[in-house]
């Protein structure tokens, strides 16, 4: 069991053990240090004679976690057609792969982001073995302003039409991507750095950075890394369900998705 699922297992045990001590310790009143150890005694001597307890509120939590992620899955489904001209084809959102590929996937991501510098071996590998897909990129500077200065220049490397060599050079950069440091990732990579700082304040880049949050708000993403996998000219017909991955995921899961929506199968048509 893993030891955040613990912690909130043990949490509910404390809160059960609360609830069997007396009125008094019970009242609005702090608990004194004695009442405490009474708490922690309680809690301790019931979960060493009902261990089993453990595991059935840990499997309890994995349900409602499961079924939160539906209800979230669910609902972005319903969203996507709606936004879909914002989300899939926004002019100044980059765009790597197929440009006509027939499926498109969305990755919602800041460049600090531990996750999404993972991710960005699993979209190489997607876009390198399918041939048919393209992949847009939404700037979501989650980890403060050091995220949004190289969310600003990511999108403003795509006018010298760098964007690819300077994204993935972000992404492998440790953190934190200083300005310093970004600017001199855009030397390396052959950028003209003044006009790249030029291009940074163009008020189309500011204004991609805001849609893209707007865009995260109305999917209810919670962090990064997301995406988003959609029929590049069906999403609104109905034909074809889009997806959402609220988190990480890898090439075989992703590449399971965008085979789902091209051919429009459902889990449970699948053959």
């Known amino acids: ?8 297992v043990l949490g ?14 019970a009242a609005d009143k702090p608990l004194t240090d004695n009442q405490k150890q009474q708490v922690q005694k309680v809690v301790h001597d019931y979960l060493l004679s009902n261990p089993q307890i453990l595991i059935q509120v840990s499997q309890k939590l994995q349900q409602q976690q499961q079924q939160a992620m539906k209800q979230m899955e669910q609902k972005a489904q319903q969203m996507i057609p709606s936004i879909a001209k914002d989300l899939l084809h926004n002019s100044q959102s980059p765009v790597l792969g197929n440009p006509q590929g027939d499926i498109t996937v969305v990755e919602f991501y800041d460049p600090q982001c531990p996750h999404c510098k993972d991710m960005r071996e699993v979209i190489d590998a997607v876009i390198k073995k399918d041939p048919n897909v393209r992949v847009v990129f939404k700037l979501f500077p989650i980890f403060g302003p050091q995220s949004v200065f190289a969310g600003q220049a990511a999108l403003a490397s795509a006018k010298q039409g760098k964007f690819a060599q300077f994204n993935d050079a972000l992404l492998e950069a440790t953190n934190p991507l200083t300005k310093q440091k970004v600017l001199d990732i855009a030397k390396k990579v052959s950028l003209n750095v003044k006009q790249l700082q030029k291009d940074m304040q163009d008020s189309k880049i500011s204004a991609e950075l805001k849609e893209n949050k707007e865009l995260a708000q109305q999917l209810q993403l919670m962090g990064t890394p997301a995406f988003v996998v959609a029929s590049t ?25 965008i085979q789902r929506v091209r051919t429009g199968k459902t889990e449970k048509n699948k053959s």
């Open 1 to 8: 069991m893993k030891l955040t699922k613990i912690a909130s």
């Open 12 to 25: 509910v045990s404390a809160a059960i053990a609360l609830a069997t001590i007396s009125p008094a310790m």
């Open 233 to 257: 000219n069906g999403t609104a017909n109905g034909k074809k369900k889009p997806f959402l991955i609220p988190g990480s995921t890898n090439e075989e899961v992703l590449s399971g998705l």
